[in-house]
């Protein structure tokens, strides 16, 4: 086979800096499967597909940097933000980092947690609301939309459920749950370890 126009070291960093194999080919005018084989030969470790993926959607690197070195009041923030996903978080998937609530205050104090000490990208936030048929679904959007100080454009389709039969739903729920979404395969293992520490 041809060589390839290029060292060990210079395809080494053309991939580490987030060129898939497709892109190193175009950049060298040569196949792919040339440059597949150039990494076999140069022994190069090449990107799983979750890898792959991740770099497609973050081309400029994690959109969080954990802040190290807290002082006591984001040492505060720190194990608040931790208490609220162990205890109302979602802790199954891999990489979806969930809070669901009624009451803006807890959900305003996680999302400073996933600001102020994850460094999280703010754009990197995601939300949606459920509520229940009989509430108004517009009005719900912008009530979670000034509490949250975000646009109501932030908020997809609201999913709206039947009512749960007679009670005080209506006052606990008058607006519907919130949920914040993020989603990162770096971040949420980072989460738990952090829980798993504690115990």
């Not at 140069?42 to 597909?49: D, E, F, G, P």
């Not at 980092?97 to 305003?108: E, G």
């Not at 459920?130 to 009530?143: G, L």
Request: aromatic content about 10%; overall charge positive; hydrophobic content about 40%.
């Amino acid at each position: 086979m041809d060589i390839l126009p290029v060292s060990r070291k210079d395809l080494q960093t053309l991939y580490a800096s987030g060129n898939s194999m497709a892109d190193i080919a175009k950049k060298m005018q040569c196949s792919q499967h040339k440059v597949a084989y150039w990494m076999r030969k140069y022994n190069l470790t090449r990107r799983s597909r979750s890898e792959a993926g991740y770099l497609k959607l973050n081309p400029n690197g994690d959109p969080f940097h954990i802040k190290q070195d807290l002082n006591s009041q984001e040492m505060f923030l720190y194990g608040l933000g931790l208490g609220i996903y162990w205890g109302e978080g979602e802790k199954v998937s891999s990489n979806a980092i969930r809070v669901a609530n009624t009451d803006p205050r807890l959900l305003k104090t996680f999302i400073r947690f996933l600001l102020e000490i994850c460094g999280l990208e703010k754009e990197k936030l995601l939300y949606s609301i459920i509520c229940f048929n009989d509430i108004n679904a517009e009005e719900a959007k912008m009530h979670w939309a000034k509490e949250l100080k975000i646009s109501p454009d932030k908020f997809g389709k609201i999913v709206q459920i039947p009512t749960q039969g007679r009670g005080n739903y209506k006052r606990k729920s008058r607006f519907g749950v919130c949920t914040v979404i993020v989603s990162n395969i770096k971040l949420k293992p980072w989460i738990m370890k952090q829980l798993a520490d504690i115990v």
